[in-house]
């Protein structure tokens, strides 16, 4: 297995500065980057915040922003280093977003 980097953007709340939090996570066989994330989440760091709904690239629930291009993420292999960032113009906290503003 090789063992990749990923650097998550994350922001506590929408109007809270963001800030940059690096994982290492074993890159198994087929991983896509929803998988990637599930990873941090259960053996790094329960607190991220993200986006899953359907995991068949149906809903568009899961968009996220890896490395500069919007994909949805359980769509997308991960095949390396990846820098995640929200794919939306509505954050809520790190990874995910709403679909408008909130008051």
Do not use: H, W
């Amino acid at each position: 297995m090789k063992e990749i980097t990923v650097s998550v953007q994350r922001q506590p709340a929408p109007e809270a500065e963001t800030y940059n939090e690096t994982f290492q996570v074993e890159l198994k066989t087929g991983m896509s980057i929803l998988n990637v994330l599930d990873e941090i989440s259960t053996t790094c760091d329960s607190s991220l915040a993200y986006e899953a709904s359907c995991r068949r690239g149906i809903c568009s629930v899961c968009m996220v922003n890896v490395n500069g291009k919007i994909v949805k993420s359980c769509m997308e292999l991960a095949t390396g280093d990846l820098e995640l960032k929200n794919g939306s113009k509505f954050p809520i906290k790190d990874l995910a977003f709403g679909s408008k503003k909130r008051k």
